[in-house]
């Protein structure tokens, strides 16, 4: 009797310590010292998804691009053999970083401001947001597939979250591109103010107009990411119960043709003092300039390089030690998986981030978004593929190509050594018009064993008498030119 008394007394004890720790769950699992988001106004919500576009945090930046996409797009390639990724060996642990900055830092803000904004009926501003979050899920996307996405949207569940195919985000981020520029084109005065006075807009400055360029190129970029899926993108589809009619492409990139970033526009760059993390990758000594990049730009001569790169950042010697190329002599690359040592070594010493010791302060240069010149090459692209605009392939190739000279040297000139403030003369129209000077087959100046053939034959000079496909090639190798440093959109083309 004694033990059964004893053990109900216990059982009575465990049920009053359960029901003391259930009582006040929900205020014990709220922390009475970090800032709720909902008591925060809408507007400086806004601020993170935008800026983590291009995360201004130099961990969430190294995972996000540096250690994959960054090296997979042919721009950059790390000297540092200890990061498998180089190698085609993947890494897991480096390979998640867009991944949690798209859902920690851009979807996780976007879904709930846009909801709010439409609940309060400011339609705009809430597209404003569509277009930030579009951004990010197409990255995002592009480099991992399936998301999830709808099921997140919907708040109906909790434990897990069911993923959307490519071709469902697709629709629903076209869908959200649409509806974006027609409630942005219709904003009232009232949220006008609102973004002009009270959003921190660091992408167009509160300008309603420029954020409907975006929209338009965004547009026009998805249109022709997807041309080979004409007929699947026309059949439409269902997504979490909604349905998506059919897309055609063509009509999406006429529609977007008229006002993208081409008409009045400018390159969109974050230009708020946040930290430009690609120099403190170069610092660490985990990121260099891919081959591929630096033999296309020596081979076709091109103006733009020194806005890149520097040259050798030091001496550079063989395995025997003997000085191959001497401090600032040429601009050299890294051959993806050339199956290199730990850091440091010789590969650390080939071409460089402008600026190396910061003292003309490129750690805080802006953080580039979109690129003026892409929308020139979509343009270009569209008329080639739908024949769209009246203007020709090959007037709209050559504008983007002068227009992305003007930009980068606008943007980088100053932290160049020297100062680079104009190109040298008739070097902008000497590139333009070369017709013999391509792609430089490559030469590692420490391993000889590593020398590549070159890949690419074609010169920039444009030939109307060229292929399509020789047409289409020059398009996107002067759009990855000018896309540089955004190695999402470059891997896509690449």
């Known amino acids: 009797m004694k033990k059964i008394i004893k053990y109900t007394s216990i059982a009575v004890l465990g049920l009053g310590l359960f029901a003391s720790c ?10 009475n010292i970090q800032v ?37 797009s042919g721009y950059f390639m790390t000297p540092n053999g200890n990061f498998t990724n180089g190698d085609m060996g993947e890494n897991r642990g480096h390979s998640g970083g867009m991944y949690e900055n798209y859902y920690l830092h851009i979807f996780n803000n976007t879904r709930r401001v846009i909801a709010a904004y439409e609940e309060r009926g400011q339609k705009g501003l809430a597209g404003i947001m ?38 469902q985000i697709y629709f629903q981020v076209i869908d959200d591109l649409r509806t974006a520029a027609t409630d942005i084109a219709a904003m009232s005065d009232a949220e006008k103010t609102i973004l002009k006075d009270n959003f921190d807009d660091s992408w167009c400055a509160g300008d309603p107009e420029m954020w409907i360029k975006i929209a338009n190129t965004m547009k026009l970029r998805v249109a022709l990411r997807l041309s080979k899926r004409e007929a699947e993108m026309k059949e439409g589809v269902t997504v979490a119960g909604k349905e998506y009619p059919g897309v055609d492409l063509k009509a999406l990139a006429q529609e977007a043709a008229g006002n993208t970033l081409a008409n009045n526009g400018k390159d969109i760059m974050i230009n708020k003092s946040l930290e430009n993390e690609m120099w403190l990758m170069f610092n660490w000594g985990d990121c260099g300039f891919n081959a591929n990049l630096v033999t296309l730009m020596s081979g076709m001569k091109d103006p733009r390089q020194p806005l890149y790169m520097t040259k050798n950042n030091g001496d550079i010697t063989n395995d025997a030690g003997v000085v191959t190329m001497p ?10 998986a050339s199956g ?33 010149a892409e929308s020139y090459f979509l343009l270009a692209e569209a008329k080639l593929r739908w024949d769209i605009g009246s203007e020709s392939v090959q007037s709209l190739y050559e504008k983007g190509i002068r227009c992305s000279m003007d930009n980068e040297l606008a943007y980088k000139g100053k932290y160049a050594d020297p100062v680079i403030t104009a190109y040298p003369a008739g070097a902008v129209d000497a590139y333009i018009n070369n017709d013999t000077d391509t792609q430089l087959d490559f030469v590692d100046p420490v391993d000889p064993e590593l020398n590549t053939k070159a890949v690419n034959k074609l010169c920039v000079k444009w030939d109307d008498n060229a292929s399509n496909e ?8 002067q759009k990855y030119f000018a896309l540089f440093p955004l190695s999402t959109e470059a891997w896509a083309e690449y």
């Open 130 to 167: 569509k277009i930030v979050q579009a951004y990010g899920t197409i990255m995002t996307t592009d480099v991992y597939g399936p998301l999830a996405y709808s099921s997140i949207i919907s708040g109906e569940y909790e434990s897990y979250f069911p993923f959307d195919s490519q071709k």
């Open 36 to 72: 709720d988001p909902s008591d925060m106004p809408l507007e400086s919500q806004c601020v993170e998804p935008m800026n983590y576009c291009y995360p201004p945090q130099q961990n969430m930046f190294q995972f996000w691009t540096n250690l994959t996409v960054d090296l997979y």
């Open 22 to 31: 259930t009582e006040k769950f929900e205020e014990m699992n709220t922390s």
């Open 470 to 477: 020789d047409k289409l090639a020059r398009i996107i190798t």
């Open 327 to 336: 401090k600032e002599t040429d601009y050299v690359g890294i051959r993806f």
């Open 340 to 372: 290199l040592p730990g850091k440091p070594n010789a590969w650390g010493n080939f071409s460089y981030w402008l600026d190396p010791s910061n003292s003309k302060g490129i750690y805080a240069a802006p953080l580039p978004i979109f690129k003026q």
